[in-house]
């Protein structure tokens, strides 16, 4: 089993910034990949972002190019969505996911608890 412990998001005004973390108990073929999804009141479940633990294949959505930006740290085990010039429709609970390929569908083998992030007009 791989547990996903997700950073506290928070508030945060329209046009600012916010980092969020994601740290993976271990590594197997199973976590080769992680990334972001989110999920707005009353909507699906859509994708964010992903990286393989090489970095060398990330894959942004489109409501979020040019402003959203996704790493990875290898010592750590640990992903981070760096989110700038926020705007109100990024307000969504961000679930952090693991699995054996970048990919935009939500076939991910494991999910963390989530985290509220919130950007106020």
């Known amino acids: 089993q791989v547990q996903l412990v997700e950073s506290v998001g928070g508030l945060v005004q329209a046009g600012g910034s916010l980092r969020l973390s994601c740290a993976a108990s271990?590594?197997?073929?199973?976590?080769?990949?992680m990334g972001w999804f989110r999920q707005a009141p009353g909507k699906e479940r859509e994708f964010v972002a992903a990286?393989?633990?090489?970095?060398?294949?990330?894959s942004l959505a489109d409501s979020v190019k040019g402003r959203f930006t996704i790493s990875i740290d290898n010592t750590k085990n640990t992903i981070y969505l760096q989110m700038n010039s926020l705007k109100p429709e990024d307000t969504a609970v961000y679930y952090c996911a693991a699995g054996s390929r970048v990919t935009m569908t939500a076939q991910y083998n494991y999910w963390g608890q989530g985290t509220q992030v919130t950007v106020s007009a």
């Open positions: 271990r590594r197997t073929f199973l976590t080769a990949a």
């Open positions: 990286i393989n633990w090489s970095g060398s294949s990330t």
